[in-house]
């Protein structure tokens, strides 16, 4: 009796040891790769290489039009391109606005969030939880023109928005073509992708703990400052990461709701790519440089606050 | 006929060599257990056979064929999984047909076999429905012949008994059995827990760090271990360290670490100068006066455990050492007493020298 | 006491203000789809059908319509097609450069729409393909892929081998099992990859926008297009129609398989 009960809980440990070691018997090593073939070329020649010809692009000089027939630039290193951006004139044009809104939406969206997040994640009634989740993810399916025209009207000079500032007395004010705008506008796009990631990660936290520390004598909101919101620390970075990402690369929010007044990064590439001046060298020294500010910035980011816990994976 | 042959099989898995220069044959019709704790390479050893791993070395013989480069699925055999694996999305008859489905069986013998099968386990009623709709027991039995109605030269079993509560286990044992000697397929058997390997098995083969440390019938494994894993794995047993001090004919006389002299009768193998001598506690007697045997201890009575058809006493000897003796109970036993001093008594052929 | 009340007062106050941020926008769209005058009147006086009349009956809008939905199905189709067989080697095999594999299929996620799309009218343009609508597939086939992926690698790596090993044993070989065993018990991360293929195709901008042409369009490049002169009904119309496809997909999904295999799209 008494060693069959010691074997029970040994072989527990072995079956988690057995998942380990997922190996399939393959005739020949080279399934795999014969299976992978076509995404791995998929993506290497239709991302990679124009990736990789984007980024030397942004080193070679730049030939106006009609200087020599059929060419757009001449590929000797130069580097014009990014001494060109790093001007006031394009840093206070587009990188400075960009990091302004990313941090300002990534913030409002946060706030905004974390609560939604949290009834989603602590919520017993399984149909509540379905019908949350299926206005987040709606939200996010219906795309960005839904979202960028329902911002147009809303905050246009006699829109609702406005109408709601005169009848409380306040003045109207020009949300279109201003930051506040687009922040406006960002802070709500990035609501669904925010609400997902933070609900998952509270989702991780073991209620048993609120439990026990209510149980301590701890009211709600000591319980909320001391227990959940740390553990969940994790979380929120993961959603401040995505959350500058997604709003620095932004192109539909800014080209509508910015009415060409107020640009971002991505404008910028738009513009000098598609618009009146075209000088792709420079589209794509600014595709470069959008590429490294959304990375290292969100992963700056969130390298920062992961130092600051002790405790984080 | 041998059904099985396994010579030699090796497999290493980064730095644990699970399953160490393995030779085993299986006759026809035969039921042998690998019985060994987690970790001793069985389940590996049952998946090579399978083909679901690849041995590093070795050869695999099943009906005298060759098959370590021949594929699971030309393999012919049965497997039946501990979560038993049925596919969730087929039904039952689904399930069953699928292997003949395969084999380009025509449907009308798939309906027949499927109704035989379903009706050897007792279960006519269930084809139509789905896995989650049975319970543990049944799903088990759908799973055990689900693998032998495709017919196979070999059946092959992985701890199927394990996810089933005791009372459902000890029925399905009984069940099984009856199924294999009905269907008379050579079988081997995959467990850690002795019960079933003793109670089904023709032989049984006990395992360990990927070795097969001895192999027989289940009672010459019980009665007499050859080694000190297999007597202390297989059952209860008392072990003594000791000396060979004398050796005549038919016994051989040990001094023991603890100062006991004991007499066993003479092993079938040679042994070394320092060897154990284990004797199961069911063959301790014990007396109030000094019994006349060879083999004697005294203790004290240290503690008493009543387990309703016997009564466990655990015995302290004067060197510290212990001795468990197992009395069958009824009311004519003699019961002994917490603190009591006793006498252990066994004769020399109720022990065993290793 | 007094300091819970306000707090939950504050933060039931959040939850509503962000729950009608989320259902309202396409509200707002649809309301104005339905709004009797060009100038967005707010909130409209009546209901009228004709800018979604003004929408059907724009045949440069249609053949966008329908370029988009065609494109985007066939973007589904490839990014599941792709997604399924390199989620099932991912899940089952073994091999040296995996973890390179691994980040080269979930890197599109973190590169801009813009970036790429810039990148890929370029590389086009040099290389000499340069056939609008095996662009505009292209693309959009590369800015769904990553999201196809998040959903369908843990239906591939949630299934329990055991499945696959019992097929083998009772005779099925490796394509039989993939075909009768491994595919309908994923069938939920499939139908789910679909919708945010097709989704992400349909949606798309940013990458659509430098490969289209005047006769190649895609609905949201056109959209965006008139947007830039102004507010038109005609575009809440057209807005309503596509979020109409999407709820209708939603719910299809929800109906076949449940909806949290979508949920898998963020990570955390």
């Not at chain 1, 060409?260 to 020294?285: D, E, H, R, W």
């Not at chain 3, 992400?200 to 490049?221: E, G, H, K, R």
Request: aromatic share 10%.
């Amino acid at each position: 009796m008494h060693s069959h009960m010691r074997f029970v809980n040994i072989r527990r440990s072995t079956i988690q040891k057995r998942k380990v070691k997922k190996v399939f018997l393959t005739k020949s090593n080279l399934t795999p790769y014969l299976l992978l073939a076509p995404v791995v070329l998929l993506l290497v020649i239709f991302f990679l290489i124009p990736g990789l010809t984007q980024l030397s692009l942004s080193f070679y000089k730049y030939l106006p039009p009609g200087a020599v027939i059929g060419k757009l630039y001449e590929p000797t290193f130069t580097l014009e391109n990014y001494i060109r951006y790093f001007t006031p004139t394009y840093l206070n044009g587009y990188f400075w606005p960009t990091i302004r809104i990313m941090f300002a939406s990534t913030a409002i969206a946060l706030i905004l969030s974390y609560p939604v997040a949290y009834s989603i994640a602590r919520t017993t009634s399984c149909k509540l939880k379905k019908i949350f989740m299926a206005i987040i993810i709606a939200a996010i399916l219906v795309g960005p023109v839904v979202r960028v025209y329902s911002w147009l009207i809303i905050l246009g000079k006699e829109g609702p928005l406005n109408s709601l500032l005169v009848f409380f007395g306040f003045g109207r004010i020009n949300f279109l073509g201003s930051e506040l705008g687009i922040i406006i506008g960002t802070s709500q796009f990035l609501l669904a992708y925010l609400i997902l990631v933070l609900s998952s990660s509270i989702q991780n936290i073991n209620p048993a703990c609120e439990d026990a520390a209510r149980s301590l004598g701890a009211n709600n909101v000591h319980t909320f400052l001391r227990i959940t919101l740390p553990q969940s620390l994790p979380g929120i970075i993961s959603a401040v990461v995505l959350g500058l990402t997604l709003s620095a690369t932004m192109l539909e929010t800014p080209m509508v709701l910015g009415f060409g007044i107020v640009q971002m990064q991505g404008n910028l590439i738009y513009n000098t790519s598609l618009g009146s001046v075209v000088n792709l060298p420079f589209s794509s020294a600014a595709s470069v440089v959008l590429i490294i500010m959304a990375l290292t910035i969100s992963y700056g980011v969130s390298y920062l606050l992961k130092s600051q816990i002790k405790w984080a994976k | 006929m041998l059904d099985l042959e396994l010579k030699g099989i090796v497999k290493q898995y980064d730095r644990l060599l699970a399953v160490d220069e393995l030779t085993l044959s299986v006759n026809s019709g035969e039921f042998l257990t690998l019985l060994g704790p987690s970790g001793c390479g069985k389940t590996t050893v049952l998946r090579s056979i399978a083909g679901l791993e690849k041995p590093d070395k070795g050869e695999i013989f099943i009906k005298g064929k060759l098959v370590n480069d021949t594929p699971v699925y030309k393999r012919n055999i049965g497997l039946v999984f501990q979560n038993y694996a049925l596919f969730p999305h087929l039904t039952v008859f689904e399930n069953l047909a699928f292997g003949l489905k395969i084999r380009k069986i025509p449907t009308p013998e798939i309906k027949e076999r499927v109704k035989k099968h379903l009706d050897l386990i007792r279960l006519p009623e269930i084809q139509d429905r789905y896995p989650h709709q049975l319970s543990g027991g049944q799903q088990q039995r759908v799973a055990l012949i689900r693998s032998v109605i495709i017919e196979p030269a070999l059946l092959l079993l992985d701890e199927p008994l394990s996810n089933l509560d005791l009372k459902l286990r000890v029925l399905m044992r009984v069940e099984l059995t009856k199924i294999q000697k009905e269907l008379g397929i050579t079988t081997i058997f995959v467990t850690h827990d002795q019960g079933e390997a003793m109670s089904m098995s023709d032989r049984v083969a006990v395992m360990n760090a990927g070795k097969i440390r001895q192999i027989g019938t289940p009672r010459e494994i019980y009665d007499h271990p050859q080694n000190r894993f297999v007597a202390e794995f297989i059952g209860e047993s008392n072990v003594f360290n000791g000396k060979i001090i004398e050796k005549n004919q038919f016994e051989t006389t040990v001094k023991t670490d603890s100062d006991l002299t004991l007499v066993v009768v003479n092993p079938e193998k040679e042994t070394q100068e320092n060897v154990s001598i284990t004797v199961r506690p069911e063959a301790v007697k014990l007396y109030k006066q000094v019994p006349s045997s060879k083999n004697v201890a005294q203790g004290y009575v240290e503690t008493i455990e009543n387990l309703g058809p016997y009564t466990k006493y655990h015995l302290r000897l004067k060197d510290g050492s212990k001795i468990i003796a197992n009395l069958s109970y009824s009311k004519d036993t003699f019961t002994y007493k917490i603190g009591e001093l006793v006498f252990a008594y066994w004769e020399p052929g109720e022990c065993t020298l290793i | 006491m007094l300091i819970e009340k306000i707090a939950k007062a504050f933060v039931t106050f959040l939850i509503v203000l962000t729950l009608s941020l989320l259902i309202l926008i396409p509200v707002i769209v649809a309301i104005d789809a339905f709004s009797p005058t060009a100038y967005s009147n707010f909130p409209p006086s009546s209901l009228s059908l004709r800018w979604f009349q003004n929408f059907f009956g724009n045949p440069s809008l249609l053949s966008s319509l329908q370029i988009s939905i065609l494109f985007a199905a066939i973007v589904a189709a490839a990014t599941v097609t792709i997604g399924t067989l390199t989620s099932y080697v991912i899940a089952r095999y073994q091999f040296k450069g995996k973890n390179l594999i691994d980040a080269l299929i979930q890197a599109p996620i973190v590169f801009p729409g813009v970036a790429l799309g810039n990148a890929l009218l370029v590389f086009f343009y040099n290389s000499g393909f340069y056939y609008h609508p095996a662009m505009l597939i292209i693309g959009q086939t590369i800015i769904g892929l990553p999201y196809v992926f998040r959903v369908m690698l843990p239906s591939f790596t949630g299934l329990n081998q055991s499945f696959e090993e019992a097929s083998m044993t009772l005779g099925a070989n490796r394509l039989q099992t993939f075909f009768r065993i491994i595919l309908p018990l994923v069938k939920s991360g499939l139908l789910a990859g679909a919708i945010l293929g097709f989704a992400a195709a349909f949606n798309d901008y940013a990458v659509s926008v430098f490969l289209v042409d005047p006769t190649i369009q895609t609905l949201p490049v056109q959209l965006m297009g008139l947007m830039q002169t102004g507010v038109d009904p005609t575009i809440a119309a057209a807005a309503t129609f596509t979020v109409i496809i999407m709820i209708v997909l939603l719910f299809a999904c929800e109906k076949i398989v449940g909806i949290d295999k979508l949920m898998t799209v963020v990570k955390y």
